[in-house]
C-alpha cells in the first residue's frame, strides 16, 4: 500500500503547523467541563502575512495571550432574534460589538474580549475590542462551525490575535461567562502557540491520522475496501521524548473489537527554540479490511506513553460505516443520513456567481460490482439550510457524472474537462430557518456504474439564499497524503466567466455531507439453483440440517448460509461423508435463507430453508 507520498508541495507542514496553535478554556471554575481545546479559525493567516489584516505571527510564542474572558459590551440596546441558525435568541445586542462610539465606556484591559458573529464586518468587532484594551478577540460563530473570516475596511488595523468558534461551543461559553462570578475575570482563555508550552507534550490531530478513503460503504464492496492505518506525530514539548508509540484500535458495533496494533516505539527530540522546527515522525499501524459485516468500526487512535502534560490532542477517534447500500465520504448518522456540522454559501462580497456545485468522488480503486452484479446509484441525500428567514422553495439538483479525465493521482494537477453527466434529480428546497434539513432525492433513472472508473457525484445550487450542508468534524489531509486521491471537488462559475474546479474543495477539512445510493442485486436473486437429490430436511431447520448430496460427488464442500439482503450469516468448510451432510444452523436466527453449496469440482447447488425454532 502507499503510504503518505506528501501532495502538493509542503501542504503537509502547513497541517502540523496549525495543530500547534490552540484555542484553549484554561478556567471555567463553574463548569469545567468547558475546559480544554477548541477547533478555530484565526483571521488572516497563522503567519502574520494576511493582507487583510493586521495580525500577529500567532507561531511566535511571544504573541500568544491568556487572561481572562469577558463578553464585549458596545451599549447598543435591545436583543438579538432570530438570527444564524439556530436562530439566536436572548442575547444582547450589545455583544455584537458593532458600536465603535462607547468604546471608553467599557475597560477590557488584559482581557480576552468575547463577541457574537452578525450586523457588521469581522474587523470591525475585533477593532472595537482593541478599542477597550482587549489582547485577544474570540468571535462566536452564530451558524455551525468556525469560518474563515475577512478583514474589511478595519481588519489591518487589528494588531490582536483574532479567532472565530462554532455555534455549540460559543453558546456554552456564552452561559460560562454569564455564571461565573465575578464575569469577567474567572474564566480564563488562551489563544496562541503550544510550542515549549509544556515540558511534556506529544500530539498529533485529526487531520494528521489517516482516515478510511471513505466514511460509509455499501457491504456489497467492502470487502475490497483496504483501510491504511497510521498517523503523523510531533513533539511540542520543552523535553526530548524517547520510546513514544502509537497504537490503534477497531472495534465493531457487534463483533467488538477486531484489530488492534501498537508501533515501534521512536524518539523525538526538542522543538528547536531558534527555527521552531518540529520533530514530526509517521507511526505506521498496517491496514484492515472490514470482515464483520454491516454496522459501524470504531477507528482510535492514541499516543503513548501517557506522561504527557497535555493529553487532549494524544488520542482520536473516527467512525466508518459498511453499509447495507449507503456511500459516502462524510459521516453519517440515524438512518445512515449525513450528519453536516455547518453549511456554506458563496460569498459574494467581491465576486458575483451564477452557481456552485458540490462534489464527492466515487474512487477508482472502489469496484463498482459487488460480489453478484453490477452496482447501480439510484439517487442522493443532501443537507441545506436556508439562509435567512425568507428562502422559498429554491431549486436544487443532484448530478452523477463519469469522470474521464486521465489522471493516477494528486501528483498530478486534475483536471476536469472531461465529465459527461449520466443522471440527476430535481428538488425544490424549502426548508426550516432553524436547521440543516435532509431530504433524498432520486435519480431520473438508475445508472449502472462501471468497475474501475471514478464518478462524481454532486449537489448543484444556484442560490444566493441556500446554504449546502458540509462535514468539518473531520479532515482528509493526511487521508489524502496517503491515498493521493480527491475527495470532495467544488466547482464555481462566475458571472459571465468560466467554470473553475477546485480539487480539494473548500478544503481538507470541508467535505460535501452527502449520501450516494447504490442498489446492489443480492445473492438471492442470483443463485441459479440446482435440483438436489433429495430435498433438506426438516424444513423449517430447528438445529441441525441434513442435505442429500447428489450421487458421486465426494470430497470438500465450502456451505454458505444467506439471508434475504444478501449478507452471508455463516460459512463453513466440511467434507462429504456417506449419508447426508449435516449442518448445524442453532446460530442463526429465525428466517427464510438461501443455502449454496460449492463442492471441489466447482459445481454449485442452492436451495431455500426456513430456520424456525
Known amino acids: 500500500m502507499k503510504k503518505i507520498t506528501l501532495l502538493i508541495g509542503a501542504i503537509f507542514v502547513t497541517s502540523v503547523s496549525f495543530s500547534q496553535v490552540i484555542t484553549r478554556l484554561v478556567s471555567v471554575p463553574c463548569n469545567t467541563g468547558l475546559e480544554g481545546t477548541y477547533p478555530f479559525e484565526y483571521a488572516g493567516e497563522l503567519d502574520g502575512s494576511s493582507t487583510d489584516w493586521g495580525l500577529p505571527n500567532i507561531f511566535l510564542g511571544e504573541n500568544s495571550v491568556q487572561g481572562p474572558l469577558c463578553m464585549i459590551d458596545d451599549g447598543t440596546p435591545g436583543i438579538v432574534t432570530g438570527v444564524g441558525t439556530p436562530p439566536l435568541n436572548n442575547v444582547p445586542k450589545s455583544a455584537l460589538g458593532c458600536d465603535t462610539t462607547n468604546a471608553s465606556t467599557q475597560d477590557l484591559t488584559g482581557k480576552i474580549a468575547v463577541v457574537y458573529r452578525g450586523t457588521c464586518e469581522f474587523g470591525l468587532k475585533a477593532y472595537n475590542a482593541q478599542l477597550r484594551g482587549a489582547i485577544g478577540c474570540i468571535i462566536i460563530n452564530h451558524t455551525g462551525d468556525a469560518v474563515g473570516m475577512a478583514g474589511g475596511v478595519y481588519g489591518t488595523r487589528d494588531t490582536i490575535p483574532v479567532v472565530q468558534v462554532g455555534r455549540t461551543a460559543g453558546d456554552d461559553l456564552y452561559l460560562a461567562l454569564q455564571n461565573c462570578t465575578p464575569t469577567c475575570n474567572s474564566v480564563i482563555g488562551f489563544i496562541g502557540s503550544k510550542v515549549n508550552l509544556y515540558n511534556n507534550d506529544m500530539a498529533s490531530s485529526i487531520s494528521d491520522i489517516v482516515m478510511p478513503h471513505q466514511l460509509a460503504n455499501p457491504s456489497s464492496i467492502n470487502a475490497t475496501d483496504t483501510i491504511d492505518l497510521g498517523l503523523w506525530a510531533y513533539n511540542l514539548g520543552n523535553n526530548a521524548q524517547n520510546g513514544i508509540t502509537a497504537s490503534v484500535s477497531i472495534v465493531h458495533e457487534i463483533a467488538g473489537q477486531v484489530y488492534t496494533n501498537t508501533s515501534n516505539p521512536l524518539n523525538f527530540v526538542a522543538p528547536d527554540v531558534n527555527t521552531l522546527l518540529i520533530d514530526t515522525k509517521y507511526f505506521d499501524l498496517g491496514y484492515y479490511i472490514p470482515a464483520e459485516g454491516q454496522g459501524a468500526y470504531t477507528i482510535t487512535y492514541t499516543l503513548g506513553p501517557n506522561n504527557d502534560d497535555d493529553t487532549p490532542d494524544n488520542s482520536f477517534t473516527v467512525v466508518y460505516r459498511s453499509t447495507e447500500d449507503i456511500y459516502s465520504k462524510a459521516r453519517i448518522g440515524v438512518g445512515n443520513l449525513p450528519t453536516p456540522s455547518t453549511a456554506y454559501s458563496l460569498n459574494e462580497t467581491t465576486t458575483a456567481y451564477d452557481d456552485y456545485e458540490s462534489c464527492i468522488v466515487f474512487r477508482n480503486s472502489m469496484i463498482a460490482s459487488g460480489p453478484n452484479g453490477q452496482g447501480s446509484a439510484v439517487g442522493m441525500t443532501f443537507s441545506a439550510a436556508p439562509v435567512g428567514n425568507t428562502m422559498t422553495n429554491e431549486m436544487v439538483e443532484v448530478r452523477m457524472y463519469q469522470w474521464n479525465d486521465a489522471f493516477v493521482d494528486l501528483n498530478t494537477t486534475p483536471t476536469f474537462t472531461q465529465l459527461p ?193
Open 421 to 613: 453527466q449520466l443522471t440527476q434529480g430535481l428538488y425544490f428546497f424549502a426548508g426550516t430557518p432553524d436547521s440543516l434539513d435532509n431530504q433524498y432525492v432520486a435519480f431520473d433513472a438508475p445508472t449502472a456504474m462501471a468497475d474501475n472508473q471514478r464518478y462524481l457525484f454532486c449537489v448543484y445550487n444556484a442560490s444566493d439564499s441556500l446554504r449546502i450542508g458540509f462535514d468539518t468534524r473531520i479532515d482528509y489531509l493526511a487521508t489524502a497524503n496517503n491515498y493521493l486521491q480527491p475527495v470532495s471537488p467544488v466547482k464555481t462559475l462566475p458571472n459571465g466567466g468560466t467554470a473553475t474546479w477546485y480539487s480539494a474543495g473548500f478544503g481538507w477539512d470541508a467535505t460535501t455531507a452527502v449520501t450516494v445510493t447504490i442498489d446492489f442485486p443480492t445473492a438471492v436473486n442470483n443463485i441459479v439453483e440446482k435440483e438436489v437429490s433429495a430435498t433438506p430436511y426438516p424444513n423449517p431447520a430447528v438445529n441441525i440440517l441434513n442435505v442429500p448430496v447428489r450421487k458421486g460427488v465426494k470430497g470438500a464442500v465450502n456451505v454458505e448460509i444467506i439471508d434475504l439482503t444478501g449478507k452471508v450469516v455463516l460459512s463453513d468448510n466440511k467434507t462429504i461423508g456417506e449419508g447426508p451432510l449435516k449442518i448445524n444452523v442453532a446460530s442463526i436466527a429465525n428466517g427464510a435463507y438461501m443455502f449454496r453449496l460449492t463442492f471441489a469440482d466447482g459445481s454449485k447447488d442452492a436451495f431455500k430453508v426456513s430456520v424456525n425454532r
